[in-house]
């Protein structure tokens, strides 16, 4: 593997332990309202020590998060990883001076060993006498050793090491808001690699240190922040003009520049998405609309975020969050902030300045933008998934390419054994933003907060065994669904069940493995047996069959074809002056044999693209009841 996918895998786990966060928080922020003025004041005293029991126990939820990151949700990676910090800090407070406690990056190491051992040794196999601490128990045995050998190790280094991020934290804090700057574009930058968790967790959890009134030790930006360290806030403030304002700016430029045709669809979508960032920070479905199609234009977004925590600096603004910095966060924590009102009318001054920017930037050099292009708009997902998900993992190169698949907020995060399998062309058109490989079978494709029902789907596809065909678009033009057909026999599923398609060029394909069954004399038509053994018709146009002499066979009854092989060509231009319609059904004679249904986009479709439509058959053994 190489190492930016072994960093994609780490920072995908270590995002995984900050989901907690928000309930810290909210339970802060409960805590914090006049509960003894109204006679509760137990309330507020239970919300207060529990969500600094949150941020305490932070360490612990790195180790145990981490590790099951890196395992694939491994439990056995988990409980190793949470004995290993328990070793730690019992092995620290009993032999220390009480300066080494558990930390967030003793919590990440210990993870990280964790889930390295799990995928090392989880099958290993011991001599029979030994084979009970074999496996997964091997794995627990290991790090628990290990474990205590590193916190003696640690006795000695952790001093040293809290000593140099302490003076990385002064040497950042020595540059002001040029050293703001810097991170503002780094973490902006590597929001495009799914690395920004990396750099996050560093400031955020690791830089600068602060005792609180009853002498407990807290690390990092974010829980310095929490337990009201005047320093603490800096490297978050900045951050909520961009995804409060611009960001959502961003999206209502993309909705202005559309096609009037795209444009209610491109307004549904990106409204929406931009919402979701106003609310709660979640940015990257946005930023991946124009991130390929403009990479320019994201290195000015990237600048303009590090002038944003710059300005915040020098503004002496300091605000924080425990996820993101959204609307929500904004309220919550703003009885913890100082001078957070500025943020408003920076974030305003920021939405106008992007807005313009990138309506005027999309129009000058024509930036194929969703909605600018068919092809790039993005698909409204709810209700879909279960149905989307087969043709996603065909588009990924089946299940037999898939090493390993996992999600964050808004990216599937996988891999694959050949990332050339990807067909890149069929994810856009199934509402991915974008898609990244890191080399090493390692890639990120990006759906939005869509991301995570979407890795569970493929994983139930993974671990079933279901008998599948998946149907590769017979013409190239535009997809219709069977009942948009111009005939009614077609239109009311009297021959089938299936799609349609209006062809903008005269071939057409093969869309399955079969057996040509039945060729029509005027080759106006033709019939496929699949490997499977469903019936499937092929029809070219409406009211063809008296069109002598206008198609051309280049397959015969009895011949094996395959997805993509040319079987007829046909005269266009004929067709669509003397045709009732261009309109091609492409129907399952016997849907009595299909279980369930799943189609692609209704769009454009290229000849012989995978996949259109997959359909999941009944076991012949139950003759099609379940």
Known sequence: MNWL????????????????????????????????????????????????????????????????????????AGLAAL????????????????????????????????????NRFKSIKLPEILQFFGGSRFVLLIVGLCSALFSCFMLWLAPILQQGLNSIATWEYSLGGFGLFIYGVLYRVLVAF???????????????????PSGQIVQGDLPRFFAGDPSAGFFMAGLFPIMMFAIPAIALA?????????????????????????????????????LFAAPYLFIVHAVMSGVAMWLSYWLDIRHGFSYSAGVIDYILNFHLSENAWKLIPIGILY???YYFLFRWAIRTFKIPTPGREEGSMLEDWVGNIPYQAPLILEALGGKSNIVQVEACITRLRLTVHDDRLIDTGAMKNLGSAGLIKLGGG?????????????REEIAKLLERDLQQVLFAAPVQGKM?????????????????????????????????????MHLYPTMHALGISTREGLEVLLHIGIDTSQLKGHFEAFVQEGD????????????????????????????ITNPDRVKSWSFAPFKQVKKGQASVMSVVLYDRNVGGVE
Not at 194 to 210: A, I, M, R
Not at 442 to 451: A, D, K, L, M
Not at 563 to 582: M, N, T
């Open 5 to 76: 996918g072994s960093l994609q895998q780490l920072g995908r786990a270590v995002m995984l332990p900050t989901m907690v966060l928000p309930a810290a928080a909210i339970l802060l922020s409960v805590g914090s309202l006049p509960w003894n003025a109204w006679g509760l004041g137990v309330v507020g005293e239970v919300s207060t020590v529990a969500g600094h029991g949150i941020f305490y126990f932070l360490p612990y939820l790195f180790a145990v998060g981490v590790a099951l990151g890196l395992s694939n949700q491994a439990g056995q």
């Open 83 to 118: 004995a290993g910090i328990v070793i730690y800090d019992q092995v620290t407070k009993h032999f220390g001076d009480g300066t080494v406690q558990p930390a967030s990056l003793i919590g990440i190491i210990l993870g990280a060993f964790a889930g390295g051992m799990h």
């Open 194 to 212: 799914g690395l920004h968790h990396l750099l996050n967790n560093v400031f955020w959890f690791q830089l600068g240190t602060y005792e609180t």
């Open 254 to 290: 993309i909705i202005q520049e559309a096609r009037e045709d795209l444009k209610p669809q491109i307004r549904k979508t990106f409204l929406t998405s931009a919402l979701v960032c106003f609310l709660t920070g979640v940015s990257e479905q946005i930023e991946f609309a124009f």
């Open 351 to 353: 939405g106008l300045v």
């Open 442 to 454: 390692n890639v990120q494709v990006v759906f939005g907060t869509y991301s995570e029902l979407i």
């Open 480 to 516: 219709l669904p069977i009942e948009e057909v111009p005939d009614q026999i077609f239109a009311a599923k009297l021959v089938g069940d299936g799609v349609a398609f209006v062809p903008e060029r005269g071939e057409l394909v093969s869309p399955v493995f079969g057996t040509i």
């Open 560 to 587: 094996t074809v395959e997805p993509g092989q040319l079987l007829i060509k046909f005269d266009l231009a004929v067709l669509r002056e003397q045709a009732a319609s261009l309109t091609t059904p492409m129907v």
